[in-house]
């Protein structure tokens, strides 16, 4: 590998280079790192759509936990994909609200000498506050649900004598 000229961006590099040993290379060893570009896209396509399967399954699971229904008894939820699911949300809200604030939307209305920019203020202030404030409220009843738990499911026991009663008028 040369030094003399290095690439400006090391991802670029990395593939650049790959690409250069293989079209190089004796027709063996090019065979070889074919089987190998094989073997990794067929393993990322085989992990990918387990992961993000994974993922829409743990946060199935955590609105599941906040949903207004009651629980099922046959329904098992671990916390540690109540956590995962949490800190995605989390994570993506963060994200949301660094968007926001980076953001400037152009426009402003001038009161005497100041300018005020309606989207800087909404950017910088309103939607990160909302964010904030929305989240905590979230992560408040992801605690609450979990620490006390939620209403079950009851089995449906039913005396039929009394049914039979109320059929036929006797009770």
């Known amino acids: 590998m040369s030094t003399t000229s290095p690439h400006p961006n090391p991802r ?3 593939l650049t280079t790959w690409r250069t040993h293989k079209r190089e290379s004796n027709p063996i060893k090019h065979l070889a ?3 190998l570009e094989v073997i990794a896209l067929s393993t990322t396509m085989l992990l990918l759509p387990a992961l993000l399967h994974a993922g829409v399954q743990t946060l199935d699971q955590l609105y599941e936990l906040l949903s207004r229904r009651a629980q099922s008894p ?4 671990s916390s540690s994909s109540i ?3 949490t800190l995605i949300l989390c994570a993506w809200h963060v994200w949301i609200g660094r968007l926001a604030f980076l953001t400037v939307l152009e426009g402003g209305s001038r009161y005497g000498s100041a300018a005020v920019s309606w989207g800087r ?3 910088r202030v309103v ?3 909302l964010l904030v404030g929305l989240g905590g409220l979230f992560v408040g009843r992801v605690v609450d649900c979990v620490v006390n738990g939620r209403v079950r499911v009851t089995p449906n026991e039913v005396d039929m004598g009394e049914v039979m009663g109320q059929l036929y008028g006797l009770g």
Do not use: D
């Open 74 to 77: 046959y329904l098992h939820t």
């Open 83 to 85: 956590l995962l699911a």
């Open 33 to 35: 790192m074919l089987t």
């Open 12 to 14: 670029t590099s990395l």
């Open 121 to 123: 203020v909404l950017g």
């Open 127 to 129: 939607v990160p506050l």
